[in-house]
């Protein structure tokens, strides 16, 4: 039997019978940032954003008709100072089962309040305002009161190293799924940057999302934040 999985900026994530939706890609990091955001609205101090280059790996493990399924999807995850982020990622397989997809990118103008998803399959671009699944105020640029008033009474799990950077991590409750916590390990000096996080979907599948490569401290290539001129965009 063939399992397929995929996913695109405009359709959802299937395993089988199995939808996710937002994509893939965006699973975790939806998750963890709109927990912070009643408390983000509250900060008045306006630290600076630190600009990096690094890879953001995410493997999904489980089974699905009887079959395993054991997929990656990887590329490129780049922040400027302005706090802009670009994503492009690549699925892959490490299991007998079909992947397919588009060659997709997100886009968020930060200081615009814009999402772009560039497919470079299709050479179009989704146009849309905010960052869809994410609430206004999630993903902003977190301090370290606002950060501690949010974990407060939450499960600490001390410390560790990820990526040469000294991280705090916590059991962190989706709101959506009360019996279910995620393991998630923040950067601080990352503006608390989730590197690692581990969650399981309500399918049963689990979910990690780690950041590797980190390169700190130096603006990105200015290109990752340009919409292809020749792309046909559409809202």
């Known amino acids: 039997m063939v399992i397929l999985v995929g996913f695109s900026a405009e359709s959802p994530l299937v395993i089988k019978r199995v939808a996710c939706?937002?994509?893939?890609f965006l699973l975790i990091p939806m998750f963890v940032f709109s927990l912070a955001s009643p408390l983000l609205a509250q900060q008045t101090a306006v630290p600076r954003w630190v600009p990096f280059s690094a890879r953001q790996v995410q493997h999904i493990r489980g089974q699905a008709g009887g079959a395993i399924i054991d997929a990656e999807v990887s590329g490129v995850f780049v922040r400027d100072g302005h706090g802009s982020i670009y994503r492009r990622m690549t699925p892959r397989s490490h299991s007998p089962l079909l992947l397919y997809g588009d060659d997709i990118a997100e886009l968020f103008d930060r200081p615009n309040n814009v999402s772009y998803w560039i497919n470079y399959t299709k050479k179009t671009v989704k146009v849309q305002n905010g960052r869809p699944g994410v609430e206004p105020q999630a993903g902003a640029l977190l301090i370290r009161e606002t950060f501690d008033q949010f974990h407060a009474?939450?499960?600490s799990l001390g410390q560790r190293t990820i990526e040469g950077y000294e991280c705090e991590g916590y059991r962190v409750p989706d709101p959506s799924w009360k019996k279910h916590f995620a393991e998630v390990w923040y950067a601080p000096a990352l503006n608390f940057l989730a590197l690692l996080a581990k969650t399981q979907?309500?399918?049963?599948?689990?979910?990690t999302v780690q950041v590797t490569?980190?390169?700190?401290?130096?603006?990105?290539?200015?290109?990752y934040f340009r919409v292809p001129p020749d792309f046909k965009t559409h809202r």
């Open 21 to 24: 939706n937002p994509p893939l």
């Open 153 to 155: 009474g939450q499960e």
């Open 201 to 207: 979907l309500r399918s049963g599948h689990e979910v």
């Open 213 to 223: 490569e980190m390169h700190a401290g130096k603006e990105p290539d200015p290109g």
